[in-house]
């Protein structure tokens, strides 16, 4: 699957109104959306997503904060899908963020960083199973 990824709306991004402007992000930089909705976390579905954090020191942080509000979970096609929405989002911290990057224009912080994006086409598919069956996904493929 290395023309699918993973992208989330993160709920600062949501309330803060970018939803929108991540949109257009999103199709400006040439991706397809193959499927999308907006849902709210469970504090426990955030600890499930985010299990490989789980020993970190943000990981309670993270997990309050994910699930404090709606977020748009996406799957998005596109050639290189994880590489190209990793590069289109830029690095976790917005101080470090390249110039243009979702994250330098729309994160607040490090931690309220407006966006996920997978690291590796094995997690991209194991996230988008996480919140997609597959009849949500195979009708627009
Ligand atoms: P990524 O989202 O760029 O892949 P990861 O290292 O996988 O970054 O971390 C997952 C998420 O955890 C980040 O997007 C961010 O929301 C949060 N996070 C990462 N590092 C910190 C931190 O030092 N403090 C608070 N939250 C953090
Ligand atoms: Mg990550």
């Known amino acids: 699957m290395k023309n699918m990824t993973f992208a989330m709306i993160k709920p600062d991004a949501v309330r803060n109104r970018n939803t929108g402007k991540i949109y257009d992000r999103i199709l400006t930089s040439g991706f397809s959306i193959v499927s999308a909705k907006l849902l709210r976390m469970t504090k426990s579905q955030a600890e499930g997503f985010y299990d490989v954090h789980s ?3 943000f990981f309670g942080e993270l997990t309050e904060f994910m699930s404090s509000g709606p977020c748009m979970v996406l799957a998005l ?5 994880v590489e190209e929405w990793r590069k289109t989002i830029g690095a976790t911290n917005p101080d470090e963020a390249e110039t243009g990057s979702i994250r330098k224009d729309f994160a607040t912080s490090i931690g309220e960083n407006a966006v996920h994006g997978s690291d590796s086409d094995e997690n ?4 988008i199973g996480f919140f997609f069956s597959e009849s949500e996904l195979i009708a627009n493929k």
Do not use: F, G, M, S
């Open 55 to 57: 020993e970190r020191p």
């Open 77 to 81: 096609k596109k050639e290189n899908a």
């Open 124 to 127: 991209a598919k194991k996230e």
